[in-house]
């Protein structure tokens, strides 16, 4: 499903009279975008990942929360658990250097990489032993017709 560009824009008046837009989301809308359910997206809000703001009884999605929304999914994608996405999304400061937040997501993939090494080389154990089973069984099977 291709993400769609339904975006709405609030054009409050600044101090000159002239119009600034401001991006906001529905939630259908981010949910169409990135391929989730509305139930999923309410599932991180819930969590405290994303805060949006009400108009009556609509949530209204900021250009931050879809950010954060971005970030989540790929941190997801990555491995990441919600705690982890969200200590990593939260190190974030605007107009900083934000080494440290680089330095956590770098770890934390760093670690994700070694534990599915880790996975991997028991898979490959297993799948040598499941060919080693299975070739003795065939073997004592075929022994056992030839002796019928």
């Not at 339904?6 to 054009?11: E, F, G, I, P, Y």
């Not at 989540?72 to 919600?82: A, D, E, H, N, Q």
């Amino acid at each position: 499903m291709a993400p769609t560009k339904a975006v709405k824009a609030n054009k409050p008046a600044g101090k000159s009279g002239t119009a600034k837009a401001a991006v906001s989301y529905s939630i259908s809308e981010l949910a169409a975008e990135f391929d989730i359910t509305t139930r999923t997206i309410r599932f991180y809000e819930e969590k405290g990942l994303l805060k949006p703001t009400r108009q009556g009884q609509s949530r209204v999605y900021s250009a931050a929360d879809r950010t954060r929304l971005k970030l989540i999914l790929r941190g997801k994608r990555l491995g990441l658990s919600l705690e982890e996405s969200r200590d990593i999304i939260e190190m974030y400061e605007p107009n900083h250097d934000n080494s440290k937040q680089l330095t956590t997501l770098i770890k934390a993939i760093q670690d994700k990489r070694r534990q599915l090494e880790h996975q991997l080389r028991d898979i490959e154990i297993m799948m040598q032993d499941l060919d080693e089973s299975e070739r003795r069984l065939v073997e004592a099977l075929e022994q056992r017709q030839q002796a019928s």
